[in-house]
C-alpha cells in the first residue's frame, strides 16, 4: 500500500510509517496534517492515477519536529582581485511522520491493510495463496571455439 504524494513543491512516495522532511510547515509539534494532493495511491490490488489528483483520497501526517537540514556552503571567489564571499545556509525542515492514508472506498490503517480486506479476509478465512511459478530449464553454455 502507498500513495504519491505532492507537499511542499515536491512528489513523495509515501506508505504508512514513513517519516518526511519537507520545507517548514505553520503546524505546531504534534499536530495532525492532512494532505489532499495524492497523484496516485495503490492498495495491492487496484492502482488509481489522479487527474491531476485521486478523488477523496488524503493522507495523514503528524508532525514529529521542526528541524533544520545541513549546511551548505556557497563560496564566491574572483581570480587576481582579492575577492571572496562565503555564505552558509540551512533549510528550516519539518519532519512528518504518514499515519494513514485514506482512499475513496475506505482507509488503511499503520498495519497496511484495509477496512474492507480485512472484513474479506475474516469472512473468508480458507484464503489460499497460488504456489509460485517453475523456472523454465536453462541449456547449459557452450563457449565458442
Known amino acids: 500500500m502507498y500513495a504519491v504524494i505532492e507537499l511542499g513543491g515536491r512528489q513523495w512516495k509515501v506508505e504508512p510509517g514513513t517519516q518526511l522532511d519537507v520545507n517548514r510547515l505553520p503546524s505546531d509539534v504534534g499536530a495532525t496534517q492532512t494532505v489532499e494532493r495524492v ?35 556557497s563560496y564566491h ?7 571572496r564571499k ?4 540551512r533549510q528550516r525542515l519539518t519532519r512528518l511522520l504518514v499515519k494513514d492514508i485514506v482512499l475513496p472506498g475506505g482507509a488503511v490503517t499503520a498495519a ?15 484464503k489460499t495463496i497460488p504456489a ?5 530449464a536453462t541449456r547449459p553454455r557452450t563457449k565458442p571455439v
Open 86 to 89: 562565503t555564505v552558509g545556509h
Open 112 to 126: 497496511g491493510e484495509t477496512a474492507q480486506a480485512a472484513s474479506a479476509v475474516a469472512k473468508n478465512p480458507a
Open 132 to 136: 509460485p511459478k517453475a523456472q523454465a
Open 39 to 73: 497523484l496516485i495511491t495503490h492498495d495491492g490490488s487496484a492502482f488509481q492515477v489522479g487527474r491531476p489528483y485521486v478523488e477523496g483520497a488524503r493522507v495523514v501526517c503528524e508532525v514529529l519536529a521542526h528541524r533544520q537540514g545541513p549546511k551548505v556552503i
Open 77 to 83: 571567489f574572483r581570480r587576481r582581485e582579492n575577492w
